[in-house]
């Protein structure tokens, strides 16, 4: 196993990671930013105000895109162990 390909497998695994986090994030970054806007405009500075939507908001794009991101998930990982043997070989 070559270090060209080590580099190429952290590459495309890094890759997975970002597009798997991203609707948690995104969503995520959405409601916090509504409830910023909410804060400042109303002058409630509390801080389980901020958190707990946020948590919220995870939990339901989890739902919401979790087959998606099993399904990219399980692709990539079988991809790895289908070409294992041509990688070491």
């Known amino acids: 196993m070559s270090g060209d390909l080590v580099v190429q497998l952290g590459q495309e695994a890094l890759f997975i990671v970002m597009l798997v986090s991203a609707p948690m994030l995104g969503l995520g970054l959405i409601v916090g930013l509504l409830v910023s806007v909410f804060q400042a405009t109303t002058s409630i500075q509390e801080q389980t105000l901020a ?28 991809n790895v162990l289908v070409n294992l043997p041509s990688y070491i070989g």
């Open 51 to 78: 958190f707990i939507p946020k948590i919220i908001a995870v939990f339901v794009a989890i739902l919401i895109f979790g087959p998606w991101m099993l399904r990219i998930m399980v692709e990539y990982l079988t």
